[in-house]
């Protein structure tokens, strides 16, 4: 579906990225983990072309429009209606406005929005926000979706719950996602493969994790899994040590 | 909370009449020279009678025609020159120094040279309120196109959006907010120009009028006069403030 290769991304200077090279296959969900300051979301950026890149490139196996991005903040249309942001999307591609409207609203009471078409997002708390910005996204049944720590601002029960209920339709839409994170937990309990990637400047790929917790998968219950300690501890050290700048002691 | 701000106005109101009912009395009395300060029965009554001569009809329509012509071009000109300095820095380079400079200084002090150039009729009016908002209205879209919320574009474009889906969806709306914003302030200018540059030369319109009462020392119908303007001026920034709240009404919270 997705692959990396030999990114380096730079805006003068020494080169956030290095040579990365990571892949995301069919129906595959990915997690990029690394410090902060490591360059992650440049990954992102560089492969909807937000960003270009100083070397390397990007394979994608649909076209670059068909990517689905989550981002960091919940940035909506203030002018628009829930409804008309949701629709948003399905208007750039030409679809007629009550037609748009309908799987807007279709979307919207799948997210848990039902009722706040009319309403503007300056009306609505963060959470809410997060739900109609991934409506905003999933209403386009994008193939690969890339996730840019989405849930970071929200509180920790609104942000399992979220994780949880995106984990669902992803699972059910075979969606491919590249979920970019600082958040180990996570990173190990959503995805079937991990990334590390190290301290920047010049951050690169330190590792790929294989996470063999079956799906579909439930937040909390994948914690139980024996999987997940052995894992964290893994990725706790090789983060720790990404950590560390190169020849000072860890 | 509808009833106490209710009553604050109720109490706004009261204030309002204890003064106009003080200066009556003080006026009537002698406390204060009715020379100076007519007891205001007399404002209203040379208010009456500007109105009931009909003798206030032409000059009313200069003042406003100077106005409004002046908002309307000013308005346009503000946003034309204003996006072609957002979209060339060849052109924002030249007009950045002359609309700082006009910014800096009190326009209405380019009223005289109006007047030289373009004679003491309609066109140095119009002249001198279209510079006061052409400048005003310029420096809201020249910010509002360069401030423009990048997460928003950003967000456009990964959802599909071309430059045209751009400019829809983000710049135009954006930039209304900025221009409807400084609406207000506008309306304020386009007055003060149209009533400053008939007080400095001119046969008609308010500002004439005010010139005149002010030549013949008659307070009376000075005052009636600005409370004229006064009253026609709220009554254009009520009307601006309605279609700000209803043009942005998405920046109202729930």
Known sequence: ?250 | MTSISSRRTIRRVLALLTLVALWEIASRTGIVDPFYAPPPSRVVSVLVSLFAGGAIYPHLEATFLAALVGLGAGVVLGIALGFAAALSPVIADLLEPVMILLNAVPRVILAPLFVIWLGIDLASKVALSLILVTVLIFFAVYTGIREVDQKLVERVRTLGGGRRELIREVYIPSLSAWVVGNLKVAVGFAFTGAVVGEFVASSRGLGYLLQFAQSTYNAGQTIALIVLIMAFVLVLFNLSERLERRLLRWREGG
């Open chain 1, 1 to 250: 579906m997705l692959r990396v290769r030999g990114l380096t991304v730079g805006f003068g200077g020494a080169p956030v990225l290095a040579d990365v090279h990571l892949e995301v296959r069919r129906g595959e969900f990915v997690s990029l983990i690394g410090p902060s300051g490591s360059g992650k979301t440049s990954v992102l950026r560089a492969i909807t072309g937000l960003l270009r890149p100083l070397s390397g490139g990007v394979e994608l196996d649909i076209p670059t429009r068909d990517v689905g991005f989550l981002f960091q903040d919940d940035a909506l249309l203030p002018w628009r209606t829930v409804r008309e942001n949701v629709a948003l999307g399905l208007r750039f591609r030409g679809v007629e406005a009550r037609e748009a409207g309908a799987r807007a609203d279709r979307w919207l009471s799948l997210v848990g929005m039902a009722g706040f078409g009319d309403r503007y997002p300056r009306q609505l708390s963060g959470g809410q926000r997060k739900r109609v910005a991934i409506a905003q996204v999933l209403v386009l049944e994008p193939p690969l979706l890339l996730m840019d720590e989405p849930f970071a601002s929200l509180d920790a029960i609104v942000r399992t719950r979220l994780t949880q209920e995106l984990l669902g339709w992803v699972e059910r839409e075979g969606i491919s996602v590249l979920l970019v994170t600082h958040d180990l937990e996570e990173a190990i309990g959503v995805s079937d493969a991990v990334y590390v990637l190290s301290q920047g400047p010049g951050a690169r790929i330190r590792a790929r994790h294989e996470v063999a917790i079956p799906r579909p998968r439930d937040v909390l219950e994948s914690r139980r899994h024996p999987e997940f300690d052995t894992l964290l501890r893994r990725l706790w050290d090789e983060l720790s040590d990404a950590s560390t700048p190169a020849g000072e002691p860890a």
